[in-house]
Structures are given as C-alpha cells and as structure tokens.
C-alpha cells in the first residue's frame, strides 16, 4: 500500500491565495494570477495537491472580486478535477482566509475531532509530494506541523534601532514555509480562544498554537519549496521549471 493510500481520510487543503502582492511591484493582479510558463502561478499550485489522492477536497480561497476568475481558471486548466477543487472567499488577513476555509468545512457538516487541514500559500509552487505526504502524517500525529528549513545564514535580532540585540545559535534557528497543517477542530477553537490583541500580533497559523501551549511538530521542506515574493523570485522560477523543476517528486 502506498503512503498516501494509507493515510487517506478526512483531509483537506486549504490553497490560501487571499494576498493582493503588493512586493511583486507594479502589477495588474495578486501574483497569484501571474503566469509563469503559460499557466497561472495559482494553477501550477493547485495541480501539486490535485495529485495527492488523500484530499476529500482542495479548497482555494482567494479575494472576493478574483472568485469567479478563479472558478474560470480552474475549469479551463484542470476540469477533470471539478469535483475535488471549490474555490471559496479569503478574509482580510491570512489567518481570517485560513479560518473562512475551515468554517467551509464546518458548513458543510464535515469538522470533527479527526479533520485533518494542510494549508499552504498559493504562490508556493514547487511544494513536493513528500513534503504534503509528511505534512498529513506529522498533522494526524501532533495535532500541528510547521515545514521549515535549516537557516543556513547567520541570524541577527535588532532593538528596532538598528542596533543588533542578539544573535541567536544557528542550530536552532530555522525558515518557515509551508504547508503548515493542523487537527482542523484544535485549530479552530485555539483561534477563537485568543482576544483580539492576540490575534494582532499573529504572523501565521502556528504561532496559534505556540501562543497557547499547543506543541508544533517541524517537518522537513525543501530550498526549491521557494514563495514567489520578489519579480526576481518569477526569474528564478521560470529557470526551474525550464529544468524541469516541477517539484512533482
């Protein structure tokens, strides 16, 4: 039996594309919508996670206004897999985009105590099977994981002076990506459980969990896991699927 055949179940992914990318530069539309090698960023996304047989659903979130032009992408890029990806409405931060797909998942009468969410930002193309794979065995087991990788420069924390405060010991020091992925239920009432200064100072889905004592399990990414921020990200992007940088394996 295959991994993922094994671990099939009540799992869903959460495509998150709610972000305007302002950092893309003088663009017509969220970067997300950008296309690279003939197809939109967010296509080349959503066929990573359509080749995983465990999702019950791919839900992609993004702006309200980009709804029905998603719906169109989806349908013209992969229309074989209909049934399986439904695009719903981000919020306006990313962890209000995250909650609005759980509460989808809520509507739909299918939120229990063994829902599994692998959440990943659209504009990570290059996310790998094994890296999804690990994401939902690592979810199942902790309740939380985190994909990061090992910070391979020095780290250097400042007063918000431009002086340097510390620097802490690489070994321990890591970068985040994602999927980042979660018992969707323990996610869910974490998040209502803070008060809204909490919820001000939230930078992603984990530091939910670390707020309140909820252990985060880190599973192993890739350098190529890239997120396409910068018009030089696009570049470098470009050149790994020109490599045949699919990100497939």
């Known amino acids: ?3 993922q055949e094994a671990i099939m179940g009540n799992v869903y992914a959460l495509v998150l594309a709610g972000g305007s990318g302002q950092r893309m530069g003088n663009i017509e539309k969220p970067k997300q919508f950008i296309s690279l090698c003939g197809k939109p960023v967010i296509i080349h996304t959503v066929e990573k996670f359509c080749m995983y047989t465990g999702f019950e659903k791919i839900i992609v979130l993004v702006p309200g206004q980009w709804l029905q032009h998603t719906c169109s992408l989806l349908k013209k890029y992969i229309p074989w897999h209909e049934n399986r990806v439904e695009v719903a409405e981000g919020g306006d931060t990313r962890n209000e985009t ?3 797909g759980i509460r ?4 739909a009468d299918r939120l229990d105590s063994s829902t599994v969410i692998v ?3 659209a504009v990570r193309p290059f996310v790998t099977m094994r890296i999804i794979e690990d994401n939902v065995a690592a979810a199942r087991e902790y309740g939380a994981c985190d994909t ?3 910070a391979t420069d020095t780290i250097v924390t400042g007063d918000g002076n431009n002086n340097a405060r510390d620097i802490p010991d690489r ?3 890591y970068q985040g990506q994602t999927p980042q992925s979660f018992n969707a239920l323990m996610l869910w009432e974490l998040y209502h459980s803070l008060n809204a200064d909490e919820k001000q ?3 992603d889905a984990a530091k939910i969990c670390t707020m309140k004592g909820q252990a985060v399990r880190l599973v192993q990414g890739e350098v190529s896991n890239m997120k396409l921020t910068y018009p030089y990200d696009l570049e470098v992007a470009k050149a790994m699927l020109g490599m045949g940088g699919n990100g497939s394996a």
């Open 1 to 3: 039996m295959k991994k």
């Open 98 to 100: 995250l909650m609005n």
């Open 119 to 121: 959440t990943h930002d």
């Open 171 to 173: 070994r321990y020091m």
């Open 201 to 203: 100072v939230l930078t």
């Open 148 to 150: 990061v990788i090992p």
């Open 104 to 107: 989808y998942i809520k509507e």
